[in-house]
């Protein structure tokens, strides 16, 4: 039987991570590191300078894999996203067969925790269809909490509701009913631009908790075009962007 351990390591800082992920990673026999390109070597390097400076198990071994990419030429988004999953399983059942067998414990260093807009406990679920697992998740420090924080803002106002959607849905469906306040996730178009500015205060953030972090906020009609402007440029140098932002409207 595996033990499969997803572990939340918020956005990248060492900081983040809690006691119990430390524990987690030292307990495990073999951790995975995922590769997503030259273009975001970054990404695997800060897994792997967070193994390095927290492990300290001799016998915990690593193992790297290259991430399968998402073909975006075909198919409707759903059957892109199972299509790119089940590739995802395959390789990660691949790599834990060859490094350690079907017995033993894994785990798996994941962006911000799990269970907010992350994909990863849905692969391990295709993983536990051909392999003997059990899933534990260890939760970690989410980008809107990172974000909030470097805000020094709350979230929500006093009583009201507040939505977490994605750039995608906003772009194609504006703006949600029930809501004045929105958290915007997984949005590579700014799809702020898409939204009546009038009324509208954004607080922006990219590599949120990190040493590159970069901050922004105000009317949206005054910062919009600084944000896509300093978000072009931020990606351009490190090669990859993580980014988050809130929009709230006057009622």
């Known amino acids: 039987m595996l033990d499969f351990i997803l572990i939340g390591i918020g956005t990248g800082n060492p900081d983040h ?6 524990k987690a990673l030292n307990s495990a026999d073999l951790i995975l590191i995922p590769r997503k390109g030259e273009t975001k070597a970054d990404l695997a390097e800060l897994r792997r300078a967070i193994v390095a400076d927290v492990v300290t198990n001799p016998a915990t071994r690593i193992a790297e894999f290259d991430l399968p990419v998402r073909n975006e030429a ?7 996203v199972d299509d790119w999953h089940d590739a995802i ?4 059942k691949d790599t834990i067969l060859g490094e350690i067998g079907s017995s033993g414990r894994v785990a798996l260093l994941v962006w911000g925790d799990p269970s907010l ?12 269809r051909s392999l003997p697992l059990t899933i534990k998740v260890i939760p970690g ?5 990172a974000l909030t924080a470097a805000h020094a803002m709350p979230i929500n106002e006093i009583g009201a509701p507040f939505t977490v959607t994605t750039g995608r849905r906003l772009r194609e469906q504006g703006w949600p009913r029930g809501a004045d306040t929105l958290a ?5 178009d700014c799809s702020f631009r898409s939204v009546d500015p009038t009324g509208v205060t954004i607080w922006w953030g990219a ?8 901050t922004l906020s105000g009317p949206l009609s005054d910062v919009a075009d600084r944000i896509v ?9 490190h090669g990859w962007i993580m980014d988050i932002y809130i929009l709230r409207r006057q009622t």
Do not use: C, F, P
């Open 117 to 128: 807009y992350d994909s990863t406990l849905r692969i391990a679920e295709r993983v536990g």
């Open 229 to 237: 402007a300093t978000r072009a440029e931020a990606r351009a140098r």
């Open 89 to 92: 399983a395959l390789v990660w």
């Open 207 to 214: 590599y949120v908790g990190m040493a590159e972090e970069i």
């Open 141 to 145: 420090i989410t980008s809107l909490q």
């Open 17 to 22: 991570l809690t006691l119990q992920a430390i």
């Open 184 to 188: 915007i996730m997984l949005d590579g």
């Open 74 to 80: 075909t198919q409707s988004y759903r059957a892109r």
